[in-house]
């Protein structure tokens, strides 16, 4: 009972501390909503130098991290610091002032005698002070400034709210005279501004300029003497934190995903240190009691961005999605969430609203390999660019080339049909990326494009005359699959179907389908009868010639049953058959097994033969066509420049490749892959080389004999032996 009595009494006397301290605490936190520093800046060392470039970053205060100091003239940024011969720490040196209309050095003052000069605030020489007042009013400035003997004498200030260059407006009532002392020292300096009240359209702003602009006209088209500035300070009172109520959401969860993000994700220390910088701000963000929904926003973004950006040499793209996009149906679209991280300031953005679904074949039902697949992605509202892309599109995909163990065969294949100069309506851009889904990483993949019509990429127009409308196809054995209906979906010519992927509209596929069955049969008698004349008033020679090489150099696999996209436009005598874009290069039937990769037979044409371009090569004119062609890519060391392209870019980024690969474990010996396909590569140009140009080696129609129909069985064993 005792016991309790003086448990009792504490809690009593601490209750009664606690209430005659309460109004001093509550004084206290009145006063702690003024006299807040935003920003300061004071270099007391002589020959002081700009911390970065041509600019001096701000010491302390609330904004540090975004206040500057920099000096103006003619509206350019011009040098401040020390410049070889100065010694008060922060200075304008004469040599500095440039720009002047008149020629020559000179500094720019605003005056009866600038009217003449046309020097405005704008343009006048200056100091120029950024910083940020988000959450505070009553925004106060001082500073202390000197001049030399004949240096600038008057200054005054002026502002501009979120443009560094302008327009600025003059603060009445704001000019000063400096002290003018040849003593180039920091003792020297005297205040100019004390606690200066600065306009009310600076308060609650996210990003202010202040120019101290020189108001002395005496100087006006003269390079006389130096002049100095130190000593900034901006302060401000917390605006009424009741009327800006703080949403925190977004910044907790930014800060548990960055508190998640494992030390392995990130690719060095100065990347991991950076998100630990970042994860302290947010937390002190989060528990200041003044701070603005704009400051919990801006540290969120930071945060997230920092957690996200690993310091790799690939971006990164992150998906996130309630239903995991590997475990869905392939032709299910769901919604997710993607970010871009890692590739530049302009081209990053978080959390934009896209649809994901599977795609491929080979690469999303072969068993083993469903920790990695390809995806589909669709922007939810506005084209996107895309990794420097000067196009924006919805529609991208990400390749996974889980079939490829150098994952560039498709990377290289795009780039050898770019040094072509090729007149294929585009070549897809690729960018190696590194792939995260729900936080958990997957591997490299290759971003690029989706293959429809749109800016940048294919241009075609509809027309309701099929005699005039252009058409986009690919040549894809399984267009006959999924539910796919003749003549709505697809066209078969000689047996062969041919998906119709523009027009896209059901309808309008389905009144031009015979016009383009026409067209393709046409096309493909003229082909099988090989009178080329016939021929080429149907196709587009030059696609045909550089498809075919790429796909002989790459010994392109898919080219006898899938990803053969052609395109028909053009009106009247000019209309033909054209071949592109090129895709699908990660397979091909040298590169598996191992053993078979130095076999440099030319036997593309034989599992089964391209008809088309296997009774092409029996027309001596488009034999003549690719052995000219050929030549001309040798003498532009287009081929020759392949294996270098795939053995430099593997060193390059080993480190990254190398994160794929522990990863997926089923594929190992990068490096040595990437060597063996590289020379492979330079083997390839010898032998081509001396194929194209070799006429009793450029061979008849293949008709695929018993030896090669067992190599490519024995391939396709290893392959599933190997999976």
Known sequence: MKKLSLRFISLCLAACMLLALAPAQSAAAEAAQHDIPLMSLCRTQANAVPDSGRQFDADDGVFAGVSTLTAWNNNEQIVIGYQGSNRTPIVINNAAVNNNPAGGNGWRSVGPAAIDAGITVDTATAFQIKFETT?????????????????????????????????????????????????????????????????????DQGEVYLRLYLADCALTDRANGNTSIND??????????????????????????????????????????????????????????????????????????????????????????ENHPFEMEREI???????????????????ADVMLRGRGHSTWYNEGIEVKRPLRLRFSGEPRSMMGSEYAARDWILLANVMDKTLQRNDCAFDFTRRMNTTMQYVPMGQHVHLYVNGAYVGVYLLTDERDVNPGRMDLTYDPDPAKSDYFIEYDVRATEDGNVENDNYVLVDGRPYDIRFPSSGSQRRAQSGYLKGYLTSVSAAIQSRDFDAVTALIDLDT?????????????????????????????????????????????????????IMNNDVSWTEFPPNYWYANLLEIPEFKDAVKTRWNQLMADKVPQGIAAYMRCTAWRYRADFGRNFGRQTIFNSF??????????????????NGHFNDNAIFSTLYEGSIKNWLLFILGFGWIWMWF
């Open 544 to 596: 045909f010639v550089d498809y075919y090489i790429v796909s002989e150099f790459f010994h392109n696999l898919s080219l006898h049953y899938s990803s053969l996209f052609m395109y028909i436009c053009g009106q009247g005598d000019r209309r033909r058959l054209f071949v592109g874009p090129i895709w699908d290069f990660d397979q091909r039937y040298s590169g598996r097994p191992r053993e078979l």
């Open 232 to 321: 900034i300070e901006i302060l401000g009172d917390v605006r009424d934190a009741g009327e800006r109520p703080v949403d925190f959401t977004a910044l907790q969860d930014a800060i548990a995903q960055a508190r998640g993000t494992p030390r392995c994700h990130f690719a060095n220390d100065a990347a991991w240190k950076a998100m630990q910088c970042a994860l302290a701000a947010a937390t002190a963000v989060r528990g200041n009691p003044l701070a603005t929904q704009e400051n919990a926003d801006t540290a969120a973004r930071n945060l997230k961005l920092a957690s996200l950006t690993h310091g790799w040499a690939f971006p990164s793209i992150h998906l996130t999605a």
């Open 333 to 351: 679209w769901h919604s997710a969430t993607a970010s871009v991280t890692g590739f530049s300031a302009q081209g990053d953005f978080l959390d």
């Open 671 to 688: 490096l040595w892959d990437v060597a063996s396909e590289a020379n492979w590569f330079d083997t390839r140009v010898s032998f081509l």
């Open 135 to 203: 959450g505070y009013e009553n925004i106060r400035f001082s500073a202390a400034q000197k001049s030399t003997g004949s240096g600038p004498l008057s200054f005054a200030l002026a502002y501009s709210v979120g443009s560094e260059t302008g327009p600025f407006t003059a603060i009445p009532d704001s000019g000063r005279d400096v002290t003018r002392v040849s003593n180039d020292t920091y003792a020297a300096l005297t205040p100019s501004y004390a606690a200066f009240e600065l306009p009310a359209a600076l308060e």
